[in-house]
């Protein structure tokens, strides 16, 4: 890859909410998938707190990725969410009965999103620079009936999503109020984006449209 060719930016990660997120940002960036076995490193580094959690994942994916031929040339960005409730980790529920069993846990009270994000540098001639932070928020639950709880799950959208929820879509009418940067909660903090390319001294001017 060159920067003539494509982008500067590569996200590490096939989540739309991400890609929505850089495009409205602003920020030209290309989409290449890791291959990422994201339960085997976890298992592989043993008991982590939520948030160490997160940045783990993200580093793993832009890391493999980074290492891809395609992205020679490229600033490689992973992301990875974990929602912590009551200092227990929740991934992705996959299965509709267990979104419902922690919905039934989460409504009227509160968790924190943790977002994890992985800078790699692989231009020629860059920083080098492999850098990550993590920025997380509270989430604040509306009191949903059963019946809300129920016609939720049916759509499906709480399925594969960290925590079972998204603030960016249907669930934003069950979401009280979000203490901290609500792009986290979505999955990609463009500020935190920001600070991270301070470390390959890019701008993130540089990587506009």
Request: proline letters at 3%; glycine letters at 10%.
């Amino acid at each position: 890859m060159t920067e003539t060719t494509a982008p500067l930016l590569i996200l590490a990660s096939a989540s739309p909410a991400r890609t929505k997120l850089l495009t409205d940002a602003g920020v030209e960036h290309q989409v290449v998938v890791s291959d990422v076995d994201e339960d085997a490193v976890a298992a592989r580094y043993g008991v982590l707190d939520p948030h160490d959690t997160a940045l783990l994942l993200a580093r793993a994916k832009a890391e493999a990725v980074a290492a891809l031929d395609e992205a020679d040339g490229a600033v490689v960005l992973g992301c990875d969410s974990v929602f912590e409730f009551d200092g227990v980790a929740y991934g992705k529920p996959w299965e509709p009965e267990v979104a419902r069993e922690r919905w039934l846990k989460m409504r009227g009270r509160s968790g924190v999103l943790h977002t994890g994000h992985w800078l790699v540098d692989g231009r020629d001639g860059g920083s080098g620079a492999t850098v990550g932070a993590v920025a997380s928020a509270e989430v604040y639950f509306e009191n949903i009936t059963d019946a809300e709880l129920d016609s939720y799950i049916a759509t499906g959208e709480p399925l594969a999503v960290a925590g079972g929820f998204t603030i960016d879509g249907l669930a934003s009418a069950f979401v009280h109020r979000v203490d901290g940067d609500p792009h986290a909660v979505i999955g990609l903090s463009i500020s935190t984006l920001r600070s991270l390319l301070e470390h390959t001294g890019l701008s993130i001017t540089d990587l506009w449209a």
